[in-house]
């Protein structure tokens, strides 16, 4: 599998981004993403409503499968299950400190940046070169203690 995150600030185009880098991928294998949702809540439907009521894991299934946990977990499990669920890639949006290798919205510093991307260069020639760049990446491995 192959792994990416998007990273940036509020409201630098983090999510569009995301969603065109995954409609590319898919062309390519099965996508699967990853939220960091810190400060989200759940806010739609009965998902808010299950959640609202208690409940610890939210499963909706159909043609996705859509898994919203209580508790914070973390990256490497998260990555660790789409892997189990034979993704080819995988798409992850927030984690700015986390070990992937980065597409940087907006002007912050990270660790293993490889490309920064203002919202107004995204165009189909721009998710092309991404898509490109994220099927040339190693395959995504559990990080060794230490070697983040």
């Keep these: 599998m192959k792994a990416i995150a998007v990273v940036g600030t509020k409201k630098t185009g983090k ?13 390519h294998g099965r996508v699967g993403t990853v939220k960091s ?8 439907g009965d998902t808010k409503r299950h959640y609202d009521a208690g409940a610890d894991v939210v499963i909706g299934l159909g043609d996705a499968r859509l898994v919203i946990r209580r508790e914070r977990g973390d990256l490497e499990s998260a990555l660790a299950e789409l892997e189990r669920e034979g993704m080819d890639y995988a798409v992850v949006e927030g984690f700015k400190n986390s ?3 980065k597409i940087v919205m907006g002007d912050i510093e990270v660790p293993k940046m ?10 189909g020639a721009l998710i092309e070169e991404l898509t490109e760049m994220i099927r040339g990446l190693e395959e995504y491995s559990t990080p060794v203690a230490g070697r983040r």
Excluded: G, I, K, Q
């Design 114 to 123: 490889l490309r920064r991307v203002r919202l107004s260069e995204v165009d």
């Design 99 to 101: 070990y992937l290798p």
């Design 37 to 44: 949702m810190l400060h989200h809540s759940v806010d739609r």
């Design 15 to 27: 999510t569009t981004l995301v969603e065109a880098l995954v409609r590319s991928l898919a062309e």
